[in-house]
């Protein structure tokens, strides 16, 4: 009946909460290979609630839970995910494997975690043979993986295309500013 509705959809909204994702069907799935990549991967969470646009964020480990990974990238189209952004470390072959998995669009964010200082990451994602691509960012740089997320989302999406170009008067106004108040 509507009552049990009133329940589920309550209880849907207090899970969706404890994990900290939007109520409505996310557009983006922000995945990473380990909790430890959080502090880095936060940054993609922050911009894309500035935007307003649902997502998901899922531990997802290429070599620690591989099963996870293969159902997570061929499952995410279906469950109307329209852009991945997949951090990791180290060998960093989680945004590589999930393009080689799904069609939808795959930014790849070069986690610095090794001795290596994130170069390993970076040339680890950046590196994807002919076919498959990933559009990977700046080490650490999950705040542009998630703008580039927005734009992608923009390209079909004209209020999302009219935040963008106000997010980019912002800080050019704040860039002015600060020349400004520098010269006097
Ligand atoms: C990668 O190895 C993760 O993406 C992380 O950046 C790195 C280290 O993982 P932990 O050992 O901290 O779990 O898989």
Redesign the pocket.
Known sequence: GSSMNVVEAKLKSVLEEEKGDDVNSPQVGII??????LPVMKDAARILNIFGVPHEVRIV????TPELMFSYATSAAERGVQVVIA??????H?PGMVAALTPLPVIGVP?R??SLDGLD?LLSIVQMPRGVPVATVAINNATNAALLAVRMLGAGNVNLRDRMAHYLEDSREEVLAKTERLEK
């Open positions: 990473m290979g380990s909790d430890s990549d480990s290429a070599h620690r951090g990791a470390g180290g060998a960093a989680l986690v975690a090794s990451s």
